[in-house]
């Protein structure tokens, strides 16, 4: 069997979303911005024309880079810092009276929070932040008290009481960051599974992914971070944007008034008997479930490994608890039917790697350095890993919901109960050009040792050497 790894293409193509150059030509129907475009350079010398003085040559303006990539955690700074370098070069260069929106879970970054201030100081640029209560820094109080709290006002730093758009209970664990005007670029958007946090710099594996120009997806982020600073429960529960190669879902699935105390749904729920007594069709209520679904496990020549198998890589951070169980059991049967899967994962449930494991699915494990660290929410020591992956990926090649086609599902989505109550984000990109930079890196983390073999151990110290 030919296993379809991209050693090649894939480190090409991560090679190039790190330029920020194009990935790819957008396909007929694509929304602008939605792929990454080159970058323009400085007008070339005019060429000789009658006139006795040529006129000069636009003045070059910053652009931000594009497209996916990667950080590493044990590389150099430059590339332990990819994602917050996107984000704090894109607020130095925002123009005066625009306006930066940012949603995150945790927030720490001392040289963004002074680049903020000074961006609303000396330009008079909008400032809006919303974080999450969790984890209160000296950073975040330091800005919400420079530009204040009221999320009335034009400017704003507001820590939600929960999943800002829930009900209580949950998190903000969407990380969007987005410019109305910033260097050559308009309506930017920059998605990532970091938050602007050291730690999620030099200890955690994460992607980023920016797309600028794309009025319809920008609107549609504004309404969503429109309901997050009002902090107040919604109505409709999920927002989504499509487009031909581009779709976001901004999604909080409990509907419990006291998602601290209601259990999240982690079965396939039986809907309402119809006036004839006959049962309608079960329907999964998880997204993930809903996704894996839709996989068929024979596909087409150029999808794949290349063997007519679909390819399925799973990266996951957090894959445990009773939501875990369902979705490794649909994992383990796409196997058993020819599917070719891998997973690389960090906090595994114990039952989910039982599940994959008697399937026969290969799973590596990113989690390394155990010992005691900080919880999430900044009130205790606990023990786990201190350097993780920390990415969400679902990705796909072969055929898809009765297509053959490239799939990639990335965002801050775990595959964990928690989700369910969070305000979350997920990507959905479709493309040849996406997957191969995603599964590129995918590749690179499981031929590397960013990666170990056996699942689960807590008895790795440091990686011996550097990653590369």
């Known amino acids: 069997m030919r296993t379809r790894r991209w050693t090649v293409a894939g480190v090409a193509a991560l090679a190039v979303a790190a330029l ?4 790819g030509t957008p396909t007929a129907g694509a929304e602008p911005g939605d792929l990454p475009t080159l970058l323009p350079t400085a007008s070339s010398t005019p060429t000789v024309t009658p ?3 040529p006129p000069a040559p636009a003045k070059h303006q910053w652009m931000p880079d594009l497209g996916p990539a990667f950080n590493n955690p044990l590389g150099s700074t430059k590339q332990k810092y990819v994602v917050n370098t996107r984000i704090l070069k894109a607020v130095q260069h925002a123009k005066p009276n625009s306006t930066i929106r940012f949603a995150t879970y945790s927030f720490d970054r001392e040289d963004i929070t002074k680049a903020l201030w000074k961006a609303h100081k000396k330009k008079h640029v909008n400032v809006q932040v ?12 330091w800005l919400q008290k420079k530009i204040g709290k009221n999320t009335k006002k034009s400017s704003f730093f507001h820590i939600c009481k929960g999943s800002c758009r829930g009900h209580g209970g949950g998190n903000e664990h969407a990380k969007i960051y987005s410019f109305t005007h910033t260097g050559g670029a308009t309506d930017l958007v920059i998605e990532s599974s970091g938050n602007l946090t050291s730690g999620a710099a030099v200890g955690q594996w994460n992607d980023v992914y920016s797309v600028m120009g794309n009025t319809k997806l920008f609107d549609t982020w504004v ?6 600073r009002k902090d107040k429960p919604v109505k409709k529960r999920t927002v989504v944007y499509k487009s031909k190669q581009v779709d976001f879902t901004w999604h909080r699935l409990q509907t419990q008034i006291d998602a601290t105390k209601a259990q999240p749904a982690t079965k396939d729920r039986v809907t309402t008997i119809s006036p004839r007594k006959k049962k309608k069709k079960k329907k999964s209520i998880d997204p993930v479930l809903k996704r894996l679904d839709q996989i068929s496990c024979k596909t087409g020549p150029n999808y794949g490994d290349g063997d007519g198998h679909t390819q399925i890589r799973i990266i996951m951070y957090a894959w445990f608890g009773n939501r875990s169980i ?7 049967a796409l196997k058993h039917q020819g599917c ?3 997973a690389i994962l960090t906090e595994p449930g114990g039952a989910t790697v039982s599940i994959l494991r008697a399937a026969g699915v290969p799973m590596k494990d990113a989690a390394w350095n155990y010992g005691e660290k900080m919880s ?3 009130k205790k020591m606990v023990w786990g890993p201190r350097l993780y992956c920390h990415l969400k990926w679902l990705l796909i090649s072969g055929k898809y919901h009765h297509k053959n086609q490239d799939i990639v599902f990335a965002g801050s989505e775990n595959w964990s109960g928690i989700s369910f109550s969070n305000d979350e984000v997920t990507m959905q990109l479709t493309g040849s050009d996406f997957y191969k930079a995603y599964v590129g890196q995918f590749n690179h983390m499981w031929n590397t040792n960013a990666t170990h073999a ?3 151990s807590e008895t790795y110290g440091w990686p011996p050497k550097p990653w590369n």
Request: avoid cysteine; charged fraction near 20%; proline fraction near 5%.
């Open 326 to 332: 369902p979705i490794a059991h649909r994992v383990a």
């Open 20 to 23: 920020g150059l194009t990935l």
């Open 51 to 53: 006139t006795p003085t």
């Open 376 to 378: 999430t929410d900044g």
């Open 130 to 141: 919303v974080v999450n209560h969790n984890v209160i820094t000296k950073n975040e109080l």
């Open 340 to 342: 070719d899967v891998e």
């Open 454 to 456: 056996e699942t689960g």
């Open 223 to 228: 309404k969503v971070f429109n309901q997050l």
